[in-house]
């Protein structure tokens, strides 16, 4: 398959990497000099600079995001809200297919995967919280003094919202953020990762275009240095953060330090178990891409595969030709289904892993390959699927954030869920199953803060997502992501005359 020219789709993004950082409803020049490469995941090529925030461009964004807060945003209405939350949906709805090359070119997202699951999946956020706007209510507690006082609860919002996002989707962790944010009164700066920078800065210019009020968006780009300063800042009253649990862990410690509430959404080793009596078919293919998608570079990534032993060797065979048949090339390609890695040093990472499972002796059903042709340069690696391994290994142990899946044979639904909940990770799991029974009473015995049953990798913006054990704390999406981005104050009147 032959790479696009990639650099005539790129032309029009440069302006992006030259628009320099968004504080207070405006573009402006960062105090620092220094400078991070954007890559082309497809090419290898770097062909632009963003500019690393220091902590001076870091305290003037959350001085704006303070400023706004305090002399108008907090004091908003719901339906100012609402409406600013639904211009700022239409103007992204309004570009969908912009972002989703944004997306393919800086993060290596096929372009069809981009817009109807990033690019879509921030509109339909912002929509769903702008409709929970007037719908965040208190409560009225009744009191043994009976009607000589009265007791109730608001909910507030933090303050200043440190939301630092992934590379691996965007758009899906802008929205899920930015989203309740914003509904419950907060202002942002967004720290988007230094590998996946550019949708957000389109995000930003959209911000500019839909006239949301000035400084409730702010977006400072930067790496870890960056992240540092801004989870440190003393204006900041919350932190949510999407990414690896070694950055996580120094967030959680820092906010700690500081007593700042923080939502964490990690990484994952999640399992899928299929059994015996499971639809093979669509247990096949949904195991393959619920492993595979973005190139198995996705936080909820089942890539632990357990089949009952009845069907294991007829299932792996089905699955190995299944991941042999999923086209893998240039995102901006139609028909592509698997886009290349983010960077280099995270082919070499994977590809560490596969070079350890092959010492310890381990079976390749089929072995990870780099693509050749017009793909050599790029950051692309076929699937690999690997058998005997022990279930210490690295590669059932870790999170490998790539194309490979370990496949194993259970005898039966104890052993199954023991090898399930034997991570430290606890972010999402697949049972395949036909049999109710089981599927209800396994889901409630596996140690996921989600479980998909008969499908995986679904996510509604409706639902909330977050993990156990390793895999973080606090939920993102859903109704629950409100209370992730409020606080609770107890008023009490006396009504007594005196």
Not at 104 to 114: K, S, Y
Not at 263 to 282: H, M, N, Y
Not at 337 to 365: C, H, M, N, W
Request: glycine residues 10%.
């Amino acid at each position: 398959m032959a790479v696009i020219d990639h650099r005539e789709t790129r032309a029009p993004f440069l302006r992006l990497a030259q628009r320099r950082l968004f504080v207070g409803g405006a573009w402006v020049e960062p105090r620092s000099a220094d400078t991070l490469p954007v890559e082309d995941p497809s090419t290898g090529e770097r062909w632009a600079e963003l500019p690393a925030a220091n902590d001076a461009d870091v305290d003037a964004a959350v001085r704006a995001a303070r400023d706004a807060f305090e002399r108008y945003w907090q004091q908003s209405t719901p339906a100012q809200r609402r409406a600013a939350l639904l211009r700022l949906a239409e103007q992204v709805e309004s570009c969908l297919d912009e972002l989703a090359t944004i997306e393919a070119i800086d993060v290596g997202m096929v372009r069809t995967v981009a817009r109807n699951f990033g690019a879509k999946a921030l509109v339909r956020n912002l929509e769903y919280y702008a409709s929970w706007c007037d719908k965040i209510y208190g409560s009225l507690v009744p009191l043994p003094s009976g009607g000589n006082a009265l007791d109730y609860q608001r909910r507030e919002p933090y303050g200043v919202v440190a939301a630092i996002t992934a590379w691996n989707a965007p758009l899906v962790f802008l929205g899920s953020k930015v989203g309740p944010a914003l509904a419950t009164g907060n202002t942002v700066v967004i720290k988007p990762s230094e590998l996946g920078s550019l949708s957000t800065l389109r995000f930003a210019e959209l911000c500019q275009e839909a006239d949301l009020p000035p400084g409730i968006v702010n977006v400072v780009t930067g790496g870890p240095s960056t992240g540092q300063a801004l989870v440190s800042h003393p204006e900041v009253d919350k932190v949510s953060f999407t990414g690896g649990c070694a950055t996580g862990r120094r967030i959680a410690e820092t906010a700690g330090r500081l007593l700042k509430k923080s939502t964490l959404e990690l990484g994952g080793k999640s399992p899928q178990l299929v059994f015996a009596d499971a639809a093979i078919d669509r247990a096949v293919a949904g195991v393959g891409l619920g492993g595979l998608a973005l190139s198995g570079q996705a936080c909820a990534a089942g890539t632990r595969i357990y089949v009952e032993r009845p069907i294991y060797d007829e299932f792996v065979e089905r699955l190995l030709g299944f991941c042999r048949g999923l086209p893998i090339g240039d995102p901006l390609a139609p028909g592509t289904l698997l886009g290349p890695l983010i960077s280099a040093a995270q082919l070499e990472k994977v590809q560490r892993y596969i070079d350890a499972a092959e010492a310890q002796g381990s079976t390749f059903l089929c072995k990870g390959e780099r693509l050749g042709g017009d793909l050599a340069s790029g950051f692309f690696l076929s699937p690999t699927i690997v058998a005997g391994l022990s279930q210490d290994s690295p590669v059932v142990q870790e999170e490998i954030f790539g194309p490979v899946l370990a496949v194993f044979p259970f005898e039966n639904e104890e052993e199954a869920v023991t090898l399930a909940n034997g991570t430290r990770f606890g972010l999402a799991a697949g049972v395949w199953t036909n049999n109710l029974s089981r599927a209800h009473r396994v889901a409630h015995r596996l140690r996921a803060g989600i479980v998909w049953v008969n499908t995986y990798g679904n996510l509604p913006y409706t639902v909330p997502f977050g993990g156990y054990q390793d895999s973080g704390w606090g939920r993102e999406a859903g109704r629950e992501a409100l209370f992730e981005y409020t606080q609770v104050k107890n008023v009490y009147v006396d009504l007594s005359e005196r």
